[in-house]
């Protein structure tokens, strides 16, 4: 399945990356574009469908209250 392209949006000296939510099998890759972008606070907003250890690992803090799947708290 083709996933959309992620969008930086730019507001102030804000920095937002909207992207689709990625799956464990997909996340090597997801990871290579948060890395691409400068992403450092990661802010989930639907449920979890991956690990989010792998994120933190490089660095990327993870935020959210979602319920849900591996990794969530």
Do not use: W
């Amino acid at each position: 399945m083709n996933r959309p392209a992620p969008v930086e949006i730019t507001y102030e000296n804000l920095r937002f990356l909207i992207t689709h939510n990625p799956t464990n099998a997909t996340l090597s890759k997801f990871i290579e574009e948060l890395k691409k972008y400068g992403v450092t606070t990661l802010v989930r907003v639907c449920d979890a469908t991956y690990d989010q250890a792998p994120i933190e690992k490089e660095g990327i803090q993870v935020l959210g209250s979602c319920s849900g799947g591996s990794g969530s708290h």
